[in-house]
């Protein structure tokens, strides 16, 4: 059959036969469900960026995120500017916690989100960046977008058992594993989310790896190891 010739769905496939039997193996034995704090005690203050405004997720939003905990704060670069505006000095992070994905919980990619709301990609890569309290680079997705004449860098990942995971694919694998060998699949996506001005896109994202850098340590304290 040529669908099974191609790579990714054998991937594919295999991928949902592995969940199927997870599932009823699941089914059978209750889940570890991580205590964790509320998002909302999540530092205001991160090195030299403080936080500017706290954007609550309105209940219809919250209805399809499903989420167990979300944060969604602007933070601004005190040391450059005192007040938010269209520039990397001002940037946007968002956190959505699940703590199991059992019952069809399940982070939604930014790849599928923005589009959906009129923003039309404009690039997409996978850069391995430096940060505190890891070993090696981090690799994480760095997707830009426009509306209009507007652009925006979204930097994002997902984030598990101190996993840093850019592939949604790897995502959903390392949840059935987790959820096999540790009775888990809690996650959290994070994306940190820098507008374009001037249209210099490299501005914004060096901006953004700043911010990550500074907020990251915190980050790992607060989810679930």
């Given at each position: 059959?040529?669908?099974?010739?191609?790579?990714?769905?054998?991937?594919?496939?295999?991928?949902?036969?592995?969940?199927?039997?997870?599932?009823?193996?699941?089914?059978?034995?209750?889940?570890?469900?991580?205590?964790?704090?509320?998002?909302?005690?999540?530092?205001?203050?991160?090195?030299?960026?403080?936080?500017w405004?706290?954007?609550?997720?309105?209940?219809?939003?919250q209805?399809?995120?499903?989420?167990?905990?979300?944060?969604?704060?602007?933070?601004?670069?005190?040391?450059?500017?005192?007040?938010?505006?269209v520039?990397?000095?001002?940037?946007?992070?968002?956190?959505?916690?699940?703590?199991?994905?059992?019952?069809?919980?399940?982070?939604?990619?930014?790849?599928?989100c923005?589009?959906?709301?009129?923003?039309e990609?404009?690039?997409?890569?996978r850069?391995?960046?430096?940060?505190?309290?890891?070993?090696r680079?981090?690799?994480?997705?760095?997707?830009?977008?426009?509306?209009?004449?507007?652009?925006?860098?979204?930097?994002?990942?997902?984030?598990?058992?101190?996993?840093i995971?850019?592939?949604?694919?790897?995502?959903?694998?390392?949840?059935?594993?987790?959820?096999?060998?540790?009775?888990?699949?809690?996650?959290?996506?994070?994306?940190?989310?820098?507008?374009?001005?001037?249209g210099?896109?490299?501005?914004?994202?060096?901006?953004?790896?700043?911010?990550?850098?500074?907020?990251?340590?915190?980050?790992?304290?607060?989810?679930?190891?």
């Amino acid at each position: 059959m040529k669908f099974l010739a191609d790579k990714y769905a054998r991937l594919l496939t295999v991928a949902l036969i592995i969940q199927i039997f997870a599932f009823y193996a699941l089914a059978m034995r209750p889940e570890k469900v991580p205590t964790v704090g509320p998002l909302a005690y999540f530092p205001s203050t991160l090195k030299n960026w403080t936080m500017w405004r706290d954007y609550p997720v309105d209940p219809d939003t919250q209805a399809v995120l499903n989420a167990d905990d979300v944060l969604n704060r602007s933070y601004l670069d005190s040391s450059r500017t005192r007040t938010c505006s269209v520039n990397p000095t001002c940037v946007n992070l968002f956190v959505a916690f699940f703590k199991t994905q059992r019952y069809g919980q399940a982070p939604h990619s930014p790849k599928n989100c923005l589009p959906g709301a009129g923003w039309e990609q404009v690039s997409a890569s996978r850069p391995a960046i430096e940060v505190p309290g890891e070993d090696r680079p981090i690799v994480i997705n760095n997707f830009i977008t426009q509306h209009g004449e507007a652009k925006s860098v979204s930097l994002y990942w997902y984030q598990s058992h101190q996993r840093i995971i850019a592939s949604e694919f790897a995502a959903k694998f390392w949840s059935i594993v987790d959820s096999i060998r540790l009775h888990r699949s809690d996650v959290a996506i994070v994306r940190v989310t820098v507008p374009v001005a001037d249209g210099n896109i490299d501005a914004s994202v060096q901006a953004g790896y700043g911010f990550i850098r500074a907020m990251f340590p915190a980050l790992l304290r607060q989810l679930p190891q």
